[in-house]
């Protein structure tokens, strides 16, 4: 592993502390391309207009003409946090402009991801005149063949990359379909789905539908914010300001009821929200619906008017969690015994007892540990044939959905059905079909992965001076929108390790010595000790004991 620093432009950094940012915020966001105070001042009224969006106008004329007809809209979600919130911010917009609208999300043990054939079928008792896929859809070819069938039209609201064949849908709403010209290609399904909204109320504004108060689609920013954040798509400009204005809500106590439960569940304080309580707090617990038993409770959640209705969901998602996580640290140990008596280029691991809905976080534990791509898999069920599900985190330099096109076309039939992203994908197989997938996924990890794309790096914003390690600059970086592509802060500096005990069974309370003053830090999650002395990688945190709180550094890497 090597700790490198991130360049920045000494220009960028002077002009954006002229534009007031403070110094240290001010080289952090000239590393990570800001050029200007102007970009960081988040407005709704930044955010690129929904016209530039293909198709958004289509579907927006398409659902105002459902609305003026009373039909019966049916949208089809995706069982994780991106596919609860984008249904959540559909059901309630649309429920606003007084349409007809349920949902239904699919049993991702029985029928898997996306809208396929059978999953068709089980909509069509509920009569729906539309369907709409909400962050899935764009690889459904069969599912809307059916649909088509049985005479129901389908509007495509989705993310992810399509594949050669796009379906015969009535409407086809993504940014990353061929002829779409939209800037951001990183919005998350929730951000298409609220994207297409905004289409929807300018529709019905020109129609004149809404000569009385319209309905304030900013009210669910806090929902397109937490699925954004949630499913790790890259913080461009865009999802950044969507993000800020849903934190803008929850700090003001304005968020969804379903959302404020969630937090407040955890114990967090929502006049401090952030993007890392998103991130680590709410969306782990709305996963943990889809991980372990029915999204249906998250999205009761995410939909709740009735602040007790919601506590009471929140509490559900928050048992679930706790049990996810005890899953989880059992797989994961399992895991890590596989992986000391598998060779090094090994990227497929499989246990027969290991639980569907959780091998997604199994493989990126795994993939933070060993540092190269890994797809876990686990037993499941098309119909009455026994498959193996697999979920994969790739790493900088391996684009994982591209790596799994390459291993079908070269094996035609190999796997069944796969879709994703750069970064995490999904795939089934059938059960007999393991080793041999394990062996071309193999070579084409081998193939793809840059050698320079295997070397740990961990990138940081230099050194941090003492007189910046305050409680201030805790806060202010607290509050910054950070993620997948805009990173949080991480900080380095040599220090001498003066003492080190452990907490909690399993972290490490350091005390570190740097030009003769003294800094408190821990190591969460990791007990191997710290030599004399180190050069380490950590974050400026704030730890809260006894209703008093002082800074702290949160070691994440040492050389």
């Given amino acids: 592993m090597k700790i490198v620093e991130r360049a920045y432009a000494e220009a960028d950094r002077r002009a954006l502390m002229e534009g007031g940012v403070h110094p240290v915020l001010a080289r952090i966001y000239a590393a990570r391309r800001i050029r200007s105070a102007l970009e960081l001042a988040y407005e709704s009224s930044s955010l690129l207009p929904p016209q530039l969006l293909k198709n958004a106008g289509e579907a927006a004329a398409l ?13 089809v979600a995706d069982y994780d946090a991106d596919g609860a919130t984008a249904c959540a911010v559909g059901v309630r ?31 069509a008792q509920r009569k729906p005149d539309l369907i709409i896929t909400v962050d899935n859809g764009i690889a459904s070819v069969e599912g809307v063949a059916r649909a088509n069938a049985l005479g129901i039209a389908t509007l495509i609201t989705d993310h992810h990359l399509p594949g050669p064949e ?19 290609k990183a919005l998350a399904g929730v951000g298409v789905m609220f994207y297409v909204m905004l289409a929807l109320r300018s529709e019905l504004r020109n129609r004149g539908f809404l000569r009385e108060k319209e309905p304030n689609l900013g009210s669910l920013t806090d929902l397109v914010a937490l699925g954004t954040v949630a499913d790790v798509v890259p913080l461009d400009a865009n999802n950044r300001n969507l993000v800020a204005q849903g934190i803008k809500r929850l700090r003001a106590g304005r968020g969804q009821p379903g959302v404020l439960a969630l937090l407040r569940a955890a114990g967090r304080r929502l006049d401090e929200a952030s993007s890392f309580d998103l991130g680590f707090v709410a969306g782990p617990r709305l996963n943990a619906a889809g991980r372990l038993a029915d999204m249906s409770v998250g999205i009761e959640c995410l939909i709740a008017d009735d602040e007790a209705r919601a506590a009471n969901l929140a509490q559900q998602l928050d048992r679930l969690n706790a049990e996810r996580r005890g899953i989880e640290a059992g797989m994961l140990q399992q895991a890590l015994e596989l992986l000391k008596n598998l060779p090094s280029g090994n990227a497929t691991f499989f246990d027969p007892g290991w639980h569907q809905g959780v091998v997604g976080i199994l493989a990126s534990r795994l993939k933070d540990r060993a540092h190269r791509p890994v797809i876990c898999f686990a037993r499941g069920e098309e119909g009455a044939r026994p498959v ?62 840059p050698p320079e ?28 929108i950070w993620g997948q592509g805009f990173p949080q ?23 570190l ?7 408190e830090a821990m190591r969460f999650g990791a007990l191997e000790p710290l030599p004399g002395k180190v050069r380490a990688a950590y974050r400026l945190a704030v730890n809260e004991f006894n209703g008093l709180k002082n800074v702290q550094l949160t070691v994440e890497h040492f050389e």
């Fill in 388 to 449: 193996l599900r697999g979920s994969g985190r790739s790493i900088p330099g391996l684009h994982l959905r591209d790596c799994l096109d390459l291993v079908s076309k070269r094996a035609p039939g190999l796997i069944t059905r796969f879709g994703g992203h750069a970064m995490a994908a999904g795939l089934t197989i059938a059960q007999a079909d393991y080793a041999r997938f394990a062996e071309a996924f193999d070579a084409a990890v081998a193939e793809l992965l």
């Fill in 513 to 519: 010595l740097k030009d003769g003053r003294r800094y």
């Fill in 166 to 184: 796009l379906p015969a849908a009535a409407c086809i709403v993504n940014p990353n379909q061929p002829g779409c010209g939209f800037p951001s």
């Fill in 489 to 511: 802060p991480v900080f380095c500096d040599n220090f001498a390790v003066e003492s080190q005990r452990v907490v909690g069974e399993r972290h490490l309370k350091l005390r």
């Fill in 63 to 75: 659902l105002a003409d459902a609305i003026a007809r009373n039909k019966r809209l049916l949208i």
């Fill in 453 to 480: 794309a295997r070397l740990r790096t961990v990138e940081t914003d230099g050194a941090l001076e003492h007189a910046h390690c305050t409680l201030e600059v805790a806060r202010l970086l607290d509050g910054g």
């Fill in 93 to 123: 917009a649309l429920r606003m402009f007084g349409a007809t609208v349920d949902y239904l999300v699919p049993d991702r043990f029985k029928l898997g991801y996306g809208l396929s054939p059978e999953l068709v079928e089980l909509a």
